[in-house]
């Protein structure tokens, strides 16, 4: 199969669809890759990297896309990408599509097959394309939340594990799946005072005896909510509900009751976002300010650190890749029910429920 990976184009996106080693896979099983020239410039692969792998190298987009039967990227389309798509061909990508009615209509009219790395599913029905960028995401919201705390870009000047003799700072997780517990361990190994929502009860039971009462585990509901926010310094929203718009479980008035200087990093933001408040950002303009409390919403946020993002994403997109390549769509996805969930649009239509309703 004749293989496409383009240089992604968002703002300040570096990931790369495939490093080296997954193309040396791919050639060795006797596929053609094709690489837009520079494509992992933001990672330290060169085009000579890509070459010694067996790749081709491609000057533009345009080849690039024009010589695939397979695209596969790092995150959604930009438009001018999705022009670029046909019938014949299969997307394989971060697509995000209940929050982006724009891109999905026009994938839809290019005619493509778009498989969406964040809903294929595992038999345990958890989502392994998703997993490792949900870890990164988790990991650099207290990163960034940490930098916005202080007092320079528009913070209250806290420490968030504060010193012997000053409180630590008050760090608010709501959502207790993958991000968010990589949010909550950072937070903890900062010392800060962390506490963790969710509305899982097994998921609760787990993260009890996982952080073992370092942390604070509440059910969630309105009021505790809005409890736990009032005068917090930090709030990290992972809300996810697989393919569907996040719900908005922060309303303005919670985000209010935090004061002025406060800190409020969306991860759901790719996802529509699960604050009253939010909007998408980029890693240019990363924050704006609304009720007194500093967001960071950027929609790409495993992107400022593309290194570590792009080994992580290719240690569990490779197989599914080497899947398609192999047998191509139809058959790979009769084979993987859970590559099957993947598919969001097939023909000109939306095929994946959740998605569906979401743009309904």
């Known amino acids: 199969m004749d293989i496409g ?62 010589a695939a039967e397979l695209v596969v990227k790092v995150k959604e389309p930009q438009l001018g990408e999705c022009r670029r798509l046909t019938r014949d061909q299969v997307l394989f990508t971060y697509l995000h599509l209940a ?19 964040e809903t294929v599913a595992a038999p345990d029905g958890s989502l392994p394309l998703l997993t490792p960028m949900s870890e990164v995401a988790g990991r650099m919201a207290v990163q960034v939340g940490a930098q916005y705390c202080t007092k320079a870009p528009g913070g209250r000047g806290v420490l968030l594990g504060g010193v012997p003799g000053v409180a630590p700072a008050r760090v608010v997780v709501v959502g207790g799946g993958v991000s968010g517990s990589h949010a909550a361990e950072i937070a903890i190994g900062l010392h800060a005072d962390v506490t963790v929502f969710d509305r899982s009860l097994p998921r609760l039971r787990w993260l009890d005896e996982h952080f073992g009462g370092r942390a604070r585990i509440l059910f969630s509901t309105p009021q505790a909510i809005e409890a736990a926010l009032t005068g917090a310094d930090l709030l990290i929203g992972a809300v996810l509900i697989p393919g569907a718009s996040a719900p908005r479980v922060v309303s303005r008035a919670m985000l209010r009751a935090m004061g002025a ?28 300010v609304e009720e007194g409390v500093i967001h960071y919403c950027v929609t790409n946020m495993p992107g400022a650190v593309p290194r570590t993002s792009t080994f992580a994403l290719n240690n569990v997109t490779l197989p599914y890749v080497q899947q398609l390549a192999a047998l191509g769509w139809r058959e790979a996805s009769a084979r993987d029910p859970g590559l099957h969930a993947g598919l969001n649009i097939v023909a000109g239509r939306i095929v994946h429920p959740a998605v569906e309703r979401a743009l309904q």
């Open 5 to 66: 990976v383009p240089r992604e184009i968002k703002n300040h996106e570096y990931r790369v669809g495939l490093v080296p080693d997954s193309v040396r896979a791919l050639t060795a099983a006797g596929h053609t890759v094709t690489v837009e020239t520079g494509a992992g410039a933001g990672i330290g692969f060169g085009d000579a990297d890509y070459r010694a792998a067996g790749a081709k190298i491609a000057p533009d987009a345009g080849r690039t896309f024009g």
């Open 261 to 288: 200087g406060a800190v409020a990093v969306d991860i759901a933001i790719d996802q529509g976002g699960c604050f009253e408040t939010s909007r998408p950002t980029s890693h240019a303009e990363p924050t704006y």
């Open 99 to 117: 929050a982006d009615r724009a891109q999905a209509e026009a994938l839809m009219a290019s005619g493509c097959t778009a498989i969406a790395y």
